[in-house]
């Protein structure tokens, strides 16, 4: 596959290659639906020393599936156990720890601020050792294939600034989103799908939104932007031939404007006809292509079970979660899912358990899926919110019930396969669950690995934009070597 | 390890082919094969420098390195500080300047840029630029765009014939020297499509086709170009970029994104281009309306410009970091909209290429940052919160009376977000320390760029003495700036390509001269802006045919030299209203609230917080769904589908310039959008209520939609389709019926439906042809 898109990428520099040699108008490009920016000569080949669609190196990984948890799951009730929030219960976070840590609107005005440790228990698991809490214990029989960091931080501490800066590597702005950047720099694997998509869902839990400006392609062409996948009959906007319609109708209406469209190129001579003819065959082979990859009922049970029943019920955690194994075997670079209902300033035990249970089955299917196709050597998977949660209650702590408002200064996140280290925990916070003591990991440090991993130097992706040179990282981030195999 | 072979074969192929176009592109650039026998400094060697040096060597003090600056002649020729027997530059001689000698080495620790840096090292040729202006002296010039524009006299040009106005003479006089000569005038039909599309934003009618064609008077073309630049549509299609650019939007943006009671600000911009408001007056009212002497209602509804920024409605957030948020927002705007410059960049640092300081910036900054507004107001609530204070009320009364052009359809309470300063005292603003909200520097007072135009202080320190100061006859920017989107608009890309960036990273003006002349004049003649319209399309430039021979396209593949008519797809809401115009379903009415037309459901539902009015897309019915694409409401976090896919601004930020891109899920929409497929059937049910024949009745739909009649193999391709679709539906009942069944407009009863739905099949064909949504 790899072959035929660079070579398909050759036959195509847009219209001026088409000048030059003079190529007929059939050869016009699938070149330029796979990588489109390949040979954009205005563009990068005198910006920086890289060719857009293909790696710099050697990638380790060829596509990304990124398990976004959206509202900023707790890591006290997860991923990050300290016993001493228990022991501490009810007493004042000390100043000492705090260290003038600004606060979001919603505590700010609280006048006590006491410790909470995790209403739920803690384990040690696999040859790691590593410590999960009870509410996820199907992840926690794949601990020795996930790599924990649970030395993140970020500089937001609201919700929309945050995840825009996860995504995109700035808290404002309308920059391309990290599937934008990566569509960009490595062009799609496979002719019939777009190669950054997008599943939403949405637990029970206190919700936030998303927005598209998640995945907006920003300033990059729009043919990087994420194609949203949603549950209805239309998997991607507008992809069904009306009702009345068979493909066939498709097939020979198509051969008709393509006709015409040839009459008019004689005349125009204008390279973007015979572009406009290719673009309607591709949106021809996605029709047929998308629901053939969206269809889940011809699973085999095993894999139904191993997902969960939820997994046939479209629109769930568990079945984006499938699709999303479906799409990254089909060749999409970058999958994109975001599940809302993460943001627990209050009733965090029964709502994180909740939301613990929608996604943790479904989260660990999806590594072993992966894992049992040989696919998990060459896909890295992301799970993990946008930041983390206070050690303190928010609002009145009770013996059954407390809140964790936001805390950017650590959090944890996990990484399965695509050349990261299986088996390890990273990083550490103090007991107190609030600094991190060793090994801190910026979220544009996070983003310089991941780029890593798919064979992108993060200093050397750059678009340059109304005069200046644009980074998924902008202008910090190293890749954390200690996280790579 | 076969994938990894074919890797490898990959890469090698790939960059044997890269370094094959590279060479091909290079002798394509403008003139770049041979060096200038007179080195220019603006022109030739500050692109260079500027886009490989000045990040370490230039404005930004606090990354400068070896305390070397290269952006200024006095601090370039000085002696090194690490050095002092050596000179970065010593004018005559190359080989005693040390820039030369860095960029030129072998030695990759003295290398320049350094390979650490990723920027790309200076090719031979740049390098023989760079030492040729050594050898003439080093001379440096002010940035061409911060020099103000001068009228040149025309340039003598050979064939005298071709121009019909001073637009034609500074274009050809290129071409002549490229060897380019211009197309021959388009044809009638196309013409009139491109004139249309261009002032009203929608296709000619028929009528207007037939009476053009018929009308072989001289003049015929000026009376048509008259006709739509005062129709009412010509507003419409004039707003939609101002609409980018002021980042117009119905929702608050952020995080619940409720919705806001903005658009009576939009039917203002829309009645301020249909009265032909000069542009002096367009942006005045809009940044200093609330500030002018006896102010009158209109002119503070005008200033809503400066509040069309998102505004967060997030519980717990601190509230000064949104306020500077939104001050920061509208400095930016004015850089980038009204002076075409990224001041932005200095709002966390000196700007690494401009002369703008980051103390400028935050002076700047100062002029908008005396607003009487909260970072928080509310929280999302009920209609009190659909603007946000300062703000204006409108009663019906006004609308009646003074605010004719307000669409507003019921009595409830229309609250807009408008400007207003402290009235008593001026806020302190100070720079802000790597642009962080809380981290204040150096206080600073109302100022503007001196690189620019240092600010009169016989000007008032406010928003109107900063308008006083952009109309100065002597601001380098505001004219070009405008012109230049205008032509941008026009003709698919601006003389300025970069027209966000007149510094020194932007590109330069493909022709300089016409750039100057045409600001001077629109100057001069009262910033006139219907008046430049109809220059430029009535030019000698703007009416050639957009036919490209096969040379033409190897010597200019881009059109820089405009040896061809304009010729690309249309806007996002151009391509709704051409199907909505040309089937007969578009209703005219102009402005109004926003309205939600067909959309694919689930798109609000699941991108939600659950809280506020735009939870859940309700879509509208009746004439609601038949508005142009301009009214569709437009939700910050979930911006209509469809045009977001078409290039449409998501009105984040400002926006001066759209990407045209080429996507299959373009092609989806045409083949499958609701609104395509109902127009298709609408038009379909109109031809075949006349009382003609078949041929006639495609011919019709084809004029409608394409703009021009059908040759006779266009129209074979269609009446052979048409009978085989015939053919194969009249069996089929059922299969009609679906067909039909799409769209909520009536379909007519008394038709055959074998034939209606044959008809729709046709006629969808000739909506999803690649000239019907292209500008010919």
């Known amino acids: 596959m790899e072959k035929e898109i660079i070579e398909h990428g050759l036959t195509y520099n847009r219209r001026r290659f088409l000048s030059s040699l003079s190529l007929g108008i059939g050869s016009i490009a699938l070149g330029s639906l796979l990588i489109p920016d390949i040979f954009k000569g205005s563009q990068s080949d005198d910006v920086a020393d890289f060719i857009p669609g293909l790696p710099m190196f050697a990638p380790k990984a060829k596509r990304v599936i990124y398990l976004f948890q959206n509202g900023a799951p707790s890591q006290l009730e997860s991923f990050d156990y300290k016993p001493k929030l228990r022991d501490m219960w009810g007493q004042e976070l000390p100043a000492s720890v705090r260290q003038g840590q600004k606060l979001t609107g919603m505590t700010a005005g609280q006048s006590s601020f006491p410790l909470v440790g995790s209403y739920y228990d803690f384990k040690q698991y696999g040859e790691s050792r590593a410590w999960i809490s009870d509410l996820f214990p199907y992840t926690a029989k794949i601990v020795d294939d996930l790599c924990i960091v649970r030395s993140m931080y970020t500089e937001a501490i609201n919700h929309d600034p945050a995840l825009t800066f996860f995504q995109t590597g700035a808290q404002q702005g309308n920059r391309p989103s990290m599937g934008a950047w990566v569509s960009y720099g490595l062009g799609s694997e496979n002719k019939n799908l777009p190669a950054f998509t997008v599943l939403l869902s949405k637990g029970k839990g206190n919700g936030q939104g998303v927005y598209s400006k998640l995945w907006t392609n920003g300033f990059l062409d729009s043919i990087h932007q994420g194609v949203q996948f949603s549950k209805g009959e239309d998997p991607v906007l507008y992809l069904s031939d009306p009702s009345g319609l068979n493909r066939h109708d498709r097939r020979k209406m198509l051969d008709e404007v393509s006709k015409l469209n040839h009459m008019s190129y004689e005349e125009f001579g204008d390279p973007e006809i015979s572009a406009k003819i290719q673009q309607y065959e591709m949106a021809y082979r996605m029709q047929t292509a998308v629901p053939e990859v969206t269809d889940l009922s011809k699973e085999p049970d095993d894999i139904v079970k191993m997902y969960g029943p939820d997994c046939l019920v479209p629109g769930t955690y568990a079945a984006n979660c499938l699709l999303a194994r479906k799409l990254s075997e089909n060749g999409v670079r970058f999958v994109q899912l975001y599940h809302q209902g993460w943001d627990q300033h209050g009733r965090l035990p029964p709502e994180m358990a909740t939301q613990a249970k929608d996604t943790d089955q479904a989260s660990a299917a999806l590594v072993t899926d992966l894992k049992q196709r040989g696919l998990l050597d060459e896909t890295l998977v992301i799970w993990g919110g946008e930041f983390g949660r206070t050690n303190y209650s928010q609002g009145k702590l009770e013996k059954d019930n407390y809140g964790r408002d936001h805390h950017p200064r650590c959090f944890s996140i996990w990484m399965a396969g695509g050349g990261i280290k299986p088996g390890i925990v990273y990083g550490e916070t103090d007991d107190f669950g609030y600094n991190i003591v060793s090994n801190p990991v910026h979220v544009h440090d996070f983003q310089a690995t991941v780029l890593n991993q798919l064979g992108l130097d993060h200093e050397k992706l750059i678009y340059k934009h109304l005069g200046r040179r644009y980074r998924l990282t902008d202008v910090s981030g190293k890749v954390v070597r200690d996280l790579i195999a | ?776």
């Open chain 2, 1 to 776: 390890m076969q994938k990894r072979l074919y890797y490898i074969i990959g890469l090698f192929i790939a960059i044997a082919a890269l370094i094959y176009s590279c060479s091909w592109l290079e002798g394509d650039k403008n003139g770049e094969a041979e060096i200038p026998d007179e080195v220019s400094y603006n022109f030739d060697v500050r692109p260079i420098l500027s886009d490989r040096c000045f990040a370490c060597h230039g404005p930004d003090a606090n990354k400068r390195e070896a305390g070397l600056r290269l952006d200024i002649a006095e601090e370039a020729y000085k002696a090194l500080k690490d050095n002092p027997q050596a000179h970065a530059l010593v004018p005559g001689d190359p080989k005693l300047s040390e820039v030369y000698l860095r960029i030129s080495t072998n030695d990759s620790t003295q290398l320049m840029p350094p390979p650490a840096s990723n920027l790309k090292r200076l090719s031979d040729h740049e390098i023989a630029v760079i030492e040729k202006w050594i050898k003439q002296g080093a001379k440096y010039e002010k940035h061409w765009a911060f020099t103000p524009p001068k009228k040149a006299k025309l340039p003598e040009i050979d064939n005298t014939e071709w121009p019909r106005n001073e637009i034609d003479y500074f274009v050809l006089n290129l071409q002549e020297k490229k060897g380019l000569e211009p197309n021959p005038e388009a044809d009638k039909e196309r013409l009139l499509k491109r004139v249309s599309l261009d002032l009203t934003g929608l296709p000619p009618s028929l009528e207007l086709q037939n009476s053009f064609l018929t009308d072989n008077s001289a003049n015929a073309y000026e009376k048509v170009v008259d006709k739509l630049l005062g129709s009412k549509a010509y507003g419409e299609k004039m707003s939609l970029h101002w609409l980018d650019v002021a980042r117009y939007a119905d929702s608050h943006g952020y995080q619940d994104d409720n919705y806001r009671t903005q658009w009576p600000w939009r039917d203002w911009v829309i009645h301020a281009f249909n009265t032909n408001l000069s542009y002096d007056k367009f942006i005045t009212w809009q940044l200093a309306g609330d500030l002018m002497p006896n102010a009158t209602r209109e002119q503070l509804l005008a200033t809503g410009f400066n509040r069309n920024h998102k505004i967060t409605e997030e519980g717990g957030v601190i509230d000064e970091e949104y306020r500077v948020e939104y001050v920061t927002d509208r400095t930016n705007t004015f850089g980038k909209a009204l002076l075409g410059v990224t001041i932005e960049c200095a709002h966390c640092h000196d700007h690494k290429y401009d002369p703008f300081s980051q103390k400028e910036y935050y002076s700047l900054f100062s002029f908008f940052n005396n607003v009487k507004e909260v970072g928080m107001e509310s929280v999302v609530g009920g209609p009190e919160t659909f603007a946000k204070k300062p703000l204006m009320q409108i009663s019906n009364e006004e609308v009646k009376n003074v605010l004719t052009f307000i669409n507003k359809p019921d009595t409830s309470k229309l609250i807009v977000s408008v400007m207003g300063d402290n009235p008593d005292s001026v806020r302190k603003t100070y720079v802000l320390n790597r642009g962080v909200y809380d981290q204040h520097g150096e206080q600073v007072t109302a100022g503007t760029p001196a690189s620019i135009m240092p600010f009169n202080k016989k000007l008032p320190k406010n928003r109107l003495g900063l308008s006083m100061w952009l109309f100065d006859k002597n601001n380098p920017l505001t004219a070009r700036v405008f012109v230049n989107q205008l032509w941008q608009e026009i003709f698919g890309k601006g003389i300025v390509k970069t027209s966000g960036d007149f510094g020194m990273q932007g590109e330069l003006p493909s022709n300089p001269q016409l750039l100057d002349w045409l600001a001077v004049d629109f100057r001069e003649h009262g910033w006139n802006i219907k008046r430049l319209v109809k220059q430029i399309v009535t030019s000698a430039t703007y009416r050639q045919s957009a036919v490209v021979t096969k040379e033409k396209l190897a010597k200019d593949p881009d059109n820089v030299y405009l040896a061809r008519g304009p010729r690309f797809r249309i806007q996002a809401e151009f391509v709704r209203d051409m199907v909505l115009a040309s089937s007969g379903l578009l209703v005219k009415t102009i402005g109004g609230p926003s309205v939600k037309p067909y959309q694919p459901p689930g798109l609000w539902e699941a991108a939600t917080s659950g809280r506020g009015l735009l939870t859940d897309y309700v879509q509208d019915h009746g004439p609601k769904l038949y508005r142009r694409g301009m009214y569709t409401l437009i939700k910050r976090t979930v911006p209509p589908p469809g045009m977001g896919i078409f290039d449409a601004s998501n009105r984040d930020q400002c926006e001066v310039k759209r990407s045209t891109t080429n996507t299959p899920l373009q092609a989806l929409i045409m083949m499958n959008d609701p609104a395509v497929l109902e127009a298709s059937r609408v038009l379909a049910a109109k031809v075949l209520q006349e009382k003609t024949q078949t041929r006639d009745k495609l011919v019709k739909a084809f004029r409608m939609v394409v703009c021009r009649t059908p040759n006779d193999k266009e129209l074979k391709v269609l009446t052979d389709y048409y009978a085989a679709q015939l053919q194969a539906l009249k069996r089929n009942e059922a299969k009609c019926k679906e067909l039909l069944s799409v769209g909520e407009y009536p379909v007519p009863e008394k038709l055959n439906i074998a034939q209606l739905a044959a008809m729709m099949q046709a006629v969808n064909v000739i909506y999803n042809l690649e000239e019907t949504i292209t500008k010919t």
